[in-house]
């Protein structure tokens, strides 16, 4: 089974009895993405078929979470449902799903079309997703322009979403 860890930093400080140029940093903590608990779960299902795109999303995630082939197809179903309905991360959860070949063949420039729809609906990572796709080559023909411009939007967008005025975001490549 993979897992992707995700690392939090609790606290971080210097303190007078740490040697001059070191850092003391106190407890991380380790989350391992999971599904959510069954009640969660039922819930998401439950606003999914009540045509609710965050429903879906969040329904997605659980199933990918399961990492078995049957929940894989029921996320990239549910993936493609919030997207459908404009849900930007959900497009991107497509794109991913065909660059790791869950659920179906792995198939790069198909995650790029994902990614590109995810970047042009407002979604921050699919554009660091397709930046990634221009920087490497993968999916697509190498552009360095099109990832720096890519990056750009997503950083946009990413401090849109945390409350900054950055003023309008250019346009997806």
């Given amino acids: 089974m993979r897992a992707l860890v995700v690392l939090t930093l609790v606290a971080g400080c210097a303190t007078t009895e740490e040697p001059p140029g070191t850092i003391a940093i106190h407890p991380i903590t380790v989350r391992l993405h999971q599904p959510s608990e069954p009640a969660d779960a039922a819930q998401h299902e439950a606003d999914c078929a009540a045509g609710k795109p965050v429903g879906c999303h969040a329904a997605a995630l659980d199933h990918y979470y399961a990492h078995t082939a049957a929940d894989d197809v029921a996320a990239l179903e549910r993936f493609r449902i919030a997207c459908t309905a404009g849900y930007a991360p959900s497009c991107n959860g497509v794109g991913t799903m065909y ?5 179906v063949p792995r198939d790069e420039v198909e995650a790029v079309r994902w990614f590109r729809a995810a970047c042009a609906s407002d979604g921050s990572t699919g554009c660091e997703h397709l ?8 999916g697509v023909a190498k552009d360095p322009e099109a990832a720096r411009a890519a990056h750009a939007r997503g950083t946009c967008l990413f401090e849109h979403s945390v409350g900054h005025d950055v003023g309008p975001c250019a346009a997806a490549p």
């Fill in 131 to 138: 930046a990634q796709a221009y920087e490497t080559g993968r």
């Fill in 99 to 103: 660059a790791e070949g869950r659920a």
